[in-house]
T-cell receptor, first 113, second 116 residues
Framework: SQTIHQWPATLVQPVGSPLSLECTVEGTSNPNLYWYRQAAGRGLQLLFYSVGIGQISSEVPQNLSASRPQDRQFILSSKKLLLSDSGFYLC????????????FGPGTRLTVT | AQTVTQSQPEMSVQEAETVTLSCTYDTSESDYYLFWYKQPPSRQMILVIRQEAYKQQNATENRFSVNFQKAAKSFSLKISDSQLGDAAMYFCAYREDSGGYQKVTFGTGTKLQVIP
């Protein structure tokens, strides 16, 4: 069976510090990978998606970047965090194909102070 | 651009009763997929049910069913025999497949409270 992991689960970082959130998927190959952000009381905002190693597309230009160094690894980064980067970050995967739904990881709660 | 609208920020239902959550969407596509996700207090997003636009038959998963009205671009979720564990945020989502990229657009969510 497939599983998706995210770490850390929670993170408190000062403004201006760097960020690295990691997401890994097990039990599948060549998944489509997604990073979402959920602000408090809000819906999900798609940040990045990737259909393969080294292939990253950004939906919202901002202070964040993403990388996919391995087939089942997706990393969300920032060089200098802003207060507005606080939120709940969700990684999701889906099989390549037309009809497969997304499956979400447990999320990372980021607080920028 | 596709949009998904959930007009009910909060809903409540008595335990064992039935509740319907509303969702409308805007698209010019004919082939797409619709989903309902549940996010309990743990914040883990859980897929509840999905509907393919080309299927006229409404999807059903145990106590969860949808009323899909393609012409009206409406996709409501009905929860029958509500249980305390159904209390959560519910998100409606739309996905289209074009150009090899599948983008999912989420609504803003409906918070469901189940009253014992």
């Amino acid at each position: 069976s497939q599983t998706i992991h995210q770490w850390p689960a929670t993170l408190v970082q000062p403004v201006g510090s760097p960020l690295s959130l990691e997401c890994t998927v097990e039990g599948t190959s060549n998944p489509n990978l997604y990073w979402y952000r959920q602000a408090a009381g809000r819906g999900l905002q798609l940040l990045f998606y990737s259909v393969g190693i080294g292939q990253i597309s950004s939906e919202v230009p901002q202070n964040l970047s993403a990388s996919r160094p391995q087939d089942r690894q997706f990393i969300l980064s920032s060089k200098k965090l802003l207060l507005s980067d606080s939120g709940f970050y969700l990684c999701a995967w889906r099989r390549s194909g037309l009809s497969y739904e997304q499956y979400f990881g447990p999320g990372t709660r980021l607080t920028v102070t | 651009a596709q949009t998904v609208t959930q007009s009910q920020p909060e809903m409540s239902v008595q335990e064992a009763e039935t509740v319907t959550l509303s969702c409308t969407y805007d698209t010019s596509e004919s082939d797409y997929y619709l989903f309902w996700y549940k996010q309990p207090p743990s914040r883990q997003m859980i897929l509840v049910i999905r509907q393919e636009a080309y299927k006229q038959q409404n999807a059903t998963e145990n106590r969860f069913s949808v009323n899909f009205q393609k012409a009206a671009k409406s996709f409501s979720l009905k929860i029958s025999d509500s249980q305390l564990g159904d209390a959560a945020m519910y998100f409606c989502a739309y996905r289209e497949d074009s150009g090899g990229y599948q983008k999912v657009t989420f609504g803003t969510g409906t918070k469901l409270q189940v009253i014992p």
